[in-house]
């Protein structure tokens, strides 16, 4: 009986070992598993550039809209509740809306309404320069409004910027930090913001100071690693290019350690696919709020990561608007009619003239006319001889990296229009470069085709667009020698060497011309200048104001062409570009030396000098090779 008391208890003992061992089993399941890989979404934007309201394409359609962006937000979240949503910079200016940035803040108000939990910043954040910047994080906190943090982590106020302490002050009161932890779905993610080369040389008046972004970004994965962060995501205002070496964030993912996905702006990238370098995910969704990024990752501890899924979104008429933010963005409408046009005697909607065809962007790089930077230019010209006179011929200039927007067929209105002109920020401090006026001699505007000529390959934001002139050029003559023709329209003579032309050009196009002899390292020599030959060291004191003392912005000055044909609509002159900039291919070789300047002299005695030596090298090689050849015949003659 004790014997099989004693079986039994061994039994029981037996079977409490195997459900203990389950037990702990499964506690250790529960723990890999909970420690073990985790899913997680992002979604993303970036390059919104205030385009609060959908706009046109050339295929009649719409694209973009905040209210539309909601309403996708709102089914993306419903499908992962946990889901990020972030933003890579250049929220703001592109549209009228932006005309408030300093004062009410609508673009990081509205992302607030829009649920973003965190954006970077871009260039054009600072197109009011660091003070402007300033003063739009004090309207965002002072209007209590939810705000998306806003994460930068390499970009400060200068130290000899005279405005250094205020606008550090707002930052501090507006929440700019470096990067965030975020707690979400019992994840703890690491956000940072950064900017990037080209960007801050995009931006040269913001006042701020560069930090290498690699060395900022390292410090803050670092950091964030320290403090808990599992997943690191960089806000990175920098870019991709077909071009690696250009290609700033692919860059940046090769040189940072432990960043796990970069949402890339800067570039107006729409990556189909993310790009993938090392342990990084890169992911671009295009801008202009045409689409909405998504991207799901499963991960681990180790770093292990595998793309789930990867989509975009279009912004279009498929999606229902968010009533209430289509009630918002109407409220900024009113306030930018209200205010900022009332001056102007518009409004927002106004229809100034109507259009057969369309008036395409130029193609970035292409040497080519444009209807629409000819348009642009002819409006420059007529708005600077209207307060001018025509006592005196008038040269306008413009160029492709002012030209913001199309303007497609159909009816023209007033935000169309700013949408062309929208980038800058006049002396008066409101949006919108106002124009300017200068002297350049003969051979100064030469040298401006030629940057049209010579620069466009190599930075296409530098093509040009005149009024009051043609030109003609041949892409396959010597760099700086290209302009063949060039002279005043209804004359027939080329420009005179020595004498003062005037020029009318935006600010920033006038200013990018005071910098080309130091670009070009002084081969091409081109000083703005006033009516008595003094260089002008300062723009702001040549701007052209109308009649009752207001600046003459680039957009209005538009605008005022425009609506002069009103019903009649835009005459079909500018269907397609007139010849004014005539683009020659030809290999034809005397086109090719005809006119020759000392760049092209030099450069033909150099290759002549070069031709001559290899001459001389082959011919004494040759002379060796003979020398050779009889020794050895001579010697075999001896021999025998």
Not at 107 to 120: Q, S
Not at 340 to 349: E, H, I, R, T
Not at 352 to 361: K, M, N
Not at 428 to 456: H, I, N, Q, R
């Amino acid at each position: 009986m004790e014997n099989i008391c004693n079986v039994s208890k061994r039994r029981v003992t037996r079977w409490l070992a195997v459900l203990l061992a389950l037990m702990l089993a499964a506690v250790l399941f529960a723990a890999g598993a909970e420690g073990g890989s985790k899913t997680t979404t992002v979604l993303f934007t970036h390059d919104l550039h205030s385009h609060f309201l959908p706009q046109r394409d050339s295929q009649g359609g719409e694209s973009g809209g905040y209210a539309r962006l909601k309403t996708a937000i709102d089914q993306e979240k419903t499908k992962n509740p946990r889901a990020l949503l972030v933003d890579g910079g250049d929220f703001s200016i592109g549209s009228l809306i932006q005309t408030l940035y300093t004062t009410q803040a609508p673009e990081l108000r509205t992302m607030g309404a829009l649920g973003y939990d965190a954006a970077t910043v871009g260039n054009h954040e600072f197109d009011h320069e660091g003070t402007g910047f300033a003063s739009m994080l004090r309207a965002a906190s002072a209007s209590g409004d939810k705000l998306p943090a806003l994460l930068l982590s390499n970009y400060q106020p200068a130290e000899d910027n005279p405005d250094r302490l205020d606008i550090q002050r707002a930052m501090a009161a507006g929440g700019v930090r470096p990067y965030m932890l975020l707690e979400r779905g019992n994840v703890t993610y690491g956000i940072f913001g950064v900017m990037g080369r080209d960007s801050d040389a995009c931006a040269p008046s913001s006042g701020f100071v560069l930090e290498d972004p690699a060395d900022a970004a390292q410090r803050c994965v670092d950091a964030l690693k320290e403090q808990g962060a599992q997943f690191i995501i960089a806000l990175s205002h920098s870019g991709t290019s077909s071009k690696r070496s250009a290609s700033e964030d692919e860059q940046l993912a090769k040189k940072v350690e432990g960043i796990d996905l970069i949402v890339s702006g800067h570039t107006h990238t729409t990556l189909e696919q993310p790009i993938v370098v090392g342990d990084t995910y890169i992911v671009s969704a295009g801008p202009y709020c045409q689409n909405l990024g998504s991207i799901t990752l499963s991960w681990d501890e180790e770093g292990n990561k595998t793309l789930v899924d990867y989509h975009l979104v279009p912004i279009d008429k498929t999606l229902k608007p968010d009533p209430d933010v289509e009630e918002l963005v109407e409220q900024w409408k009113n306030q930018v009619s209200g205010t900022y046009l009332g001056a102007y005697g518009l409004s927002y909607d106004q229809v100034l003239t109507r259009s057969g065809f369309d008036l395409p962007l130029p193609e970035s790089g292409v040497q080519k006319g444009s209807a629409l930077g000819e348009l642009v230019a002819d409006a420059f010209l007529w708005a600077a001889r209207q307060e001018l006179g025509e006592e005196e011929p008038i040269v306008a200039i413009t160029a492709d990296g002012v030209l913001r927007a199309p303007l497609y067929q159909g009816k023209i209105t007033t935000s169309m229009v700013f949408d062309v002109l929208s980038m800058g920020v006049g002396q008066d401090g409101t949006s919108g470069f106002p124009l300017v006026t200068c002297y350049l001699t003969g051979a100064e505007l030469k040298a401006v085709a030629e940057v049209d000529a010579s620069v466009t390959p190599l930075m296409p934001a530098a093509q040009l667009y005149m009024a009051g002139m043609d030109y003609s050029f041949n892409v396959h003559r010597m760099f700086f020698n290209r302009v063949t023709r060039c002279r005043l329209w209804g004359d027939t003579a080329q420009l005179e060497d020595g004498r003062l032309y005037r020029v009318v050009s935006g600010m920033y196009s006038a200013q990018m011309l005071g910098a080309v002899e130091e670009k070009s390292m002084g081969l091409l020599s081109l000083t703005p200048k006033d009516a008595r030959g003094e260089p002008i060291t300062d723009f702001t004191q040549h701007i052209l104001y109308d009649s009752r003392g207001s600046e003459i912005k680039e957009w209005y000055a538009l605008a005022s062409y425009l609506a002069q044909f009103g019903d009649d609509g835009l005459p079909q002159q500018y269907a397609q570009p007139d010849g004014r900039k005539a683009v020659s291919h030809s290999w034809n070789p005397i086109e090719l030396v005809k006119s020759p300047n000392w760049i092209t002299l030099v450069t033909v005695l150099v290759l002549a000098v070069v031709v001559l030596l290899a001459a001389l090298a082959v011919r004494q090689i040759l002379r060796a090779k003979h020398r050779r050849r009889y020794g050895k015949r001579k010697n075999r003659f001896f021999k025998r």
